[in-house]
């Protein structure tokens, strides 16, 4: 705090409202926080999007293979609904395909990240209103938030302009693509600017932004699965479709870039139009008076009351996310039949079998890693309750540790089961057909996403100080399955996600071993967790 | 078992701190205890083990005749907690809260529930976000109060409240001890404790340093003697318990330990007295004695 003591005491007062006072100073605050996960996210990132081009060079070598595989993407829908649409054969040109997409969104998340924690997050704890008493302007700390996004995604953008100018082949086209990557940082570090405005809740401002970005990428999906060449005009209505129409290493549409930036500029004016409009602390949505009584008497009620808007959330996104992609299973084949490599690839994440199946495998996978992030949540919701001293006075109360834990716990795991079912309904109907295999397949996720849920269980329960690591945890498991098998990583990596053990369903053979083995796993860790909790003081 | 809270030689280290160190507690059925400290002495990290929320290093404790760590759950049962800074959930209202309190303790008085709402004024339809501090100490306030059980334990409880709400308050303690039941209260309005305990514990750095009734404690300090004597005062000095004696001419100025006034008075009056002025203890002084010690032993400000 020693840096914020810095106020012009013995400077003349000056006459106006000084807007952005004190922003250089919340700035570096801010940087202070984000010292360790900053430089995470920019050298994780770009880190991912070069190396892509070591990879895309050893599996597509020759000139002729990449063009065979340009080729097949127009006439493939499913691939091109993952990746999006193909525009180029030279190297930098795949890296933008096959990495590109995945960047951009997580630019995107981190940016909505980043923004919220220095804007919402503050005001909700009640930090911002110590801030804003010290000569802090009325629009600094919203600028000081979008100052650090945009460091963070200038930084992912030059280091990929500057690191895949060599091995993409283009500058030029390496330029487009950091652009591109950091433009949809800002698009989304805007809207969550936006967002803070708007809502009085942090997580609600977050899941608002995420919910965005997961509607742009079903746009874009959607339009591209349909289109090839990206031509449909769904893809223009998103931001992501966007970054796709820039064209890196191809054609490149360098005024797309300049549509990013004036949809930067026009949402960050809003921001900053309601940020100098309304109270510290208050939103434009109002909060409405509760009832008077309440019905709720046991924690387990609690526990779904302030849980259960994200879980609905979780199941009607997976449950759209499984019509979708299930529509464009019958694609699948096409594609990866022509191509040798990309059909291993596809059989590294979906296993053997036929191709429709191999690629309702590798959704079926990608998706129940993304549902592990819904188990950390809920489970780490206890953590919160206990920071927040929100835990104390329930546990002063005749409640068990362990009863207490339960809620939330029934939550996490049992959620578990209801959204993985929603994603192979989902599959089920969008395919039309192996109702029975596919929700069976989706099922079977469960003993892995369970298993990471349990390591937040056991450090949440024995060492608190270290709960957040589960996220890690789950990023790192995501990681390896998202672009282990694209990476050609050995097959011990892979083993290392749990995912990696179980069978690749549906198509592959069902085997009972890995599933008993990861849920007894799951059982003991969260058994261990839920002993320590029981033994350990409360965080106060 | 007439004791509702025993603790004696209680130790807590978080990591290489210490937090309390031997600390001895008792608080007798029925009675309205004070539970002071300056700030960071170890009140809340006391009240805390009593809950059972953190497990003590070692010591013999007893709350309502069970274990605090091993009963936590049968016995908060019969207790009541208000913490002096209430978090609540965002978006549940503070009437729902106080049910949720009340259910989780096995119910509470519907009736006394509408009469607190009403004496401490609390609108019940508001979420969580949008009440004050004060307000959200009403909230735990009513539904500690509203509920039926033998001990109170309240931390701090009055933070954040007006005047107005103080005074109810003490109205509800006082309610309370009436009907039998026992409070412990930690606080730093001295004249909230002076008003409601009927015996206080100082503790310091996670020791308890004085206990007893505020009369017993009164009678530990100083009284401050003002007398204008008709000749020169007598050997005063030499009386045992005479602190910062002041003499011009026939005005004397003197503390003395409150037990050992019978001796000097004996001494002024075989001078002559013109006038008089005895001060007692006030609180204050009681407290910032042990507070200032707490300080590197800084000289007590008078």
């Known amino acids: 705090m020693t840096t914020l003591a810095e106020a012009p005491h013995h400077v003349p007062p000056r006459t106006g409202s000084r807007p952005f006072a004190g922003t250089g100073t919340l700035l570096r605050l801010a940087l202070r926080q984000d010292r360790l996960m900053l430089p995470v996210w920019v050298l994780v990132l770009a880190g991912v999007t070069i190396s892509g081009a070591g990879t895309i060079e050893s599996f597509y070598d020759t000139e002729a293979e990449r063009a065979e595989l340009l080729r097949s993407m127009t006439t493939n829908g499913s691939l091109r609904a993952m990746y999006g649409p193909l525009f180029s054969d030279s190297v930098g040109g795949l890296v933008a395909w096959r990495f590109g997409g995945f960047s951009a969104l997580m630019a995107a998340v981190m940016s909505l990240l980043i923004v919220i924690r220095h804007t919402r997050d503050e005001e909700e704890s009640g930090r911002q209103e110590m801030l804003s008493a010290a000569v802090v302007g009325r629009r600094a700390p919203l600028t000081a938030a979008l100052l650090t996004a945009l460091i963070a995604n200038t930084g992912i953008a030059l280091l990929i302009a500057i690191g895949l100018a060599g091995p993409g082949g283009s500058a030029a086209g390496a330029l487009a693509l950091g652009l591109s990557i950091g433009g949809i940082g800002m698009l989304f570090a805007t809207m969550a600017a936006l967002m803070a405005q708007l809502t009085e809740s942090a997580r609600l401002a977050r899941g608002l932004t995420a919910a965005a970005l997961g509607g742009a990428y079903a746009l874009r999906a959607a339009g591209d699965a349909a289109t090839h060449a990206g031509s449909s005009p769904l893809t223009w209505l998103s931001p992501l479709g966007w970054a796709e129409h820039i064209r890196p290493f191809g054609a490149t549409r360098w005024w797309v870039l300049a549509l990013l930036a004036a949809a930067v500029l026009v949402q960050g004016a809003l921001a900053y139009a309601l940020a100098g409009r309304r109270d510290v602390g208050m939103s434009f949505l109002p909060t409405r008076p509760g009832p008077a009584a309440g019905r709720l008497t046991t924690t387990t009620q609690l526990a779904w009351r302030l849980q259960r808007g994200a879980l609905l959330g979780w199941a009607a996104g997976f449950l759209l996310a499984g019509l979708a992609f299930g529509s464009m299973a019958d694609g699948a084949a096409e594609l990866v039949g022509e191509n040798e490599d990309a059909r291993e690839i596809f059989q590294r994440m979906g296993g053997q079998s036929g191709l429709t199946s191999a690629f309702l495998a590798a959704i079926v996978g990608i998706c129940a890693m993304v549902a592990a992030l819904h188990v950390v949540s809920a489970v780490l919701r206890l953590h919160g309750e206990e920071t927040a001293q929100r835990a104390e006075p329930v546990l002063a109360n005749a409640v068990g540790r362990l009863p207490w834990a339960a809620g939330h716990l029934t939550i996490a795991f049992g959620g578990a089961i209801v959204i993985l079912s929603c994603l192979g309904l989902g599959l089920a109907i969008g395919h039309g057909d192996q109702f029975g295999p596919i929700l069976g397949a989706a099922l079977a996720q469960l003993p892995a996403v369970w298993l990471l849920g349990s390591v937040a269980v056991l450090l949440y329960g024995v060492f608190p100080r270290a709960a957040a690591a589960s996220w890690g945890v789950a990023g790192a498991c995501l990681a390896i399955g998202w672009i282990g098998p694209a990476l050609d990583l050995p097959s011990w990596v892979l083993d290392l996600s749990p995912f990696g053990q179980l069978p690749k369903l549906p198509g592959g053979s069902l085997e009972w071993a890995p599933i008993l083995v990861l849920t007894a796993l799951a059982i003991a860790l969260t058994s261990v967790g839920l002993a320590g909790l029981r033994r350990r003081d409360l965080q106060t | ?302």
């Open chain 2, 1 to 302: 078992m007439t004791r509702a809270i025993t603790v004696s030689g209680l130790h807590k280290s978080f990591g290489r701190t210490p937090a309390l160190d031997g600390l001895d507690l008792s608080v007798e059925r029925g009675e309205v205890h004070g539970f002071l400290g300056p700030n960071g002495s170890g009140k809340s990290t006391t009240i805390r083990v009593l809950l059972g929320l953190l497990r003590a290093d070692s010591g013999a404790m007893q709350v309502l005749g069970g274990d605090p760590w091993r009963d936590a759950v049968t016995l908060h049962r019969r207790i009541a907690y208000v913490p002096g800074d209430v978090t609540l959930w965002r978006n549940l209202s503070g009437g729902e809260v106080i049910d949720l309190y009340g259910g989780l303790r096995g119910g509470l008085d519907r009736a006394r529930r509408a009469e607190l709402i009403e004496r401490f004024q609390l609108d019940p339809t508001r979420k969580g976000r949008t009440y004050s501090k004060g307000n959200r100490q009403k909230v735990a306030l009513v539904a500690a109060f509203a509920s039926d059980v033998d001990l109170l334990i309240l931390d701090e409880p009055t933070s954040g409240l007006d005047p107005l709400m103080e005074e109810v308050f003490q109205g509800c303690v006082a309610a309370e001890r009436d009907r039998g039941r026992t409070v412990l209260l930690s606080s730093h309005l001295l004249s909230e404790v002076e008003t409601l305990c009927d015996r206080v514990s100082i503790i310091r750095r996670g020791q308890t340093v004085e206990t007893g009734s505020l009369a017993e404690l009164r009678h530990l300090t100083r009284t401050s003697v003002t007398a204008e004597l008709a000749t020169a005062p007598g050997p005063l000095r030499e009386l045992p318990g005479v602190h910062d004696l002041v003499v011009q001419g026939n005005r004397v100025k003197l503390q003395v330990e409150t037990d050992r006034l019978d001796a000097v008075l004996r001494s002024l009056t075989d001078s002559g007295v013109r006038s008089l002025i005895s001060t007692p203890p006030t609180l204050e002084e009681l407290f910032l004695r042990h507070y200032t010690d707490d300080r590197g032993g800084q000289a007590v400000p008078r």
